[in-house]
């Protein structure tokens, strides 16, 4: 495989990864307010939404390669789609992992979501910095890079903020 195909590959996936990321955290913010919910359930949204992104997201890609290749998908297509676009998931379970503490009383279902959003925007930013490493940036601009996409995360805790408080 060529390099710049792997670079692809590599740079498709940390996408897929930072977007299951902000769509966590979208989800996050909603069940912040849904006070009634056990820590399962919440985990449960997270994770079964990352999910449901997944295929939402696996979908449109297929119809999209189908419209611009001007031929019918397989089975390996779909595969590959769904390979592709797996870290959505992952970054889905990532964030729930704050929540486990719950089951046991270690701590509220409210600090397990304010940490789950926390971990949210630390990934954003190790994921920043990721990407400018990938790219040869000096340290400088991945220091920018880091800090622009932890401020996606930071805007979306914002946001949640504004509407639940």
């Not at 977007?19 to 006070?35: D, L």
Request: hydrophobic letters at 55%.
């Amino acid at each position: 495989m060529e390099s710049s195909s792997l670079e692809r590959i590599n740079g498709h996936r940390l996408s897929e990864f930072i977007y299951g990321t902000v769509m966590g955290m979208v989800a996050i913010a909603g069940i912040s307010s849904e006070s009634h919910l056990t820590w399962l359930q919440a985990a449960a949204l997270i994770v079964v939404g990352a999910g449901a992104i997944w295929i939402a997201h696996a979908y449109s890609e297929l119809i999209s390669q189908r419209i611009a290749g001007g031929r019918r998908l397989d089975g390996r297509d779909l595969y590959e789609v769904l390979r592709g676009s797996w870290p959505i998931v992952v970054a889905g379970f990532v964030l729930a992992i704050p929540l486990l503490p719950v089951a046991v009383g270690l701590w509220s279902l409210s600090t397990g979501l304010w940490l789950a959003s926390a971990l949210g925007v630390v990934i954003l930013g190790i994921l920043g910095l990721v990407a400018g490493k990938v790219t040869n940036e000096a340290w400088p601009r991945r220091i920018v890079w880091a800090a622009l996409t932890a401020g996606l995360g930071l805007v979306i805790v914002a946001a949640e903020l504004a509407v639940h408080h």
